[in-house]
Nanobody
Framework: VQLQASGGGLVQAGGSLRLSCVASGDIFNISYWAWYRQIPGKERELVATITGDGSTTYTDSVTGRFTISRDNAKLTAYLQMNSLKPEDTAVYYC????????????????WGKGTLVTVSS
């Protein structure tokens, strides 16, 4: 299983970006997606989550500005980021709770490689 994150880049404060994370491999289903971010020298921070029934959670600092969503048919999760601030600058990582096709029972977490988001003031 591989997760491929994309969509990062350089944007001015107040701008928007949409991150995508595509899963591939022997996947039965994905029950849970999450986006994290990490600033060099700091711990990785949970930004948003979405479960199989569409329930979402957000860290306080992004509530009202970021939206997590998923497309089950495409095995993809998204993070729409609006009203970006310089403090949102970080490497963003996706994580998925994957039930493998050969197993159809147990879930394992997989991480994607990060995508860099830089917000200029």
């Amino acid at each position: 299983v591989q997760l491929q994150a994309s969509g990062g880049g350089l944007v001015q404060a107040g701008g928007s970006l949409r991150l995508s994370c595509v899963a591939s491999g022997d996947i039965f289903n994905i029950s849970y997606w999450a986006w994290y971010r990490q600033i060099p020298g700091k711990e990785r921070e949970l930004v948003a989550t979405i479960t199989g029934d569409g329930s979402t959670t957000y860290t306080d600092s992004v509530t009202g500005r970021f939206t997590i969503s998923r497309d089950n048919a495409k095995l993809t999760a998204y993070l729409q980021m609006n009203s970006l601030k310089p403090e949102d600058t970080a490497v963003y990582y996706c994580k998925a709770d994957v039930v493998l096709g050969w197993d159809k029972k147990h879930a394992m977490y997989y991480w994607g490689k990060g995508t860099l988001v830089t917000v200029s003031s």
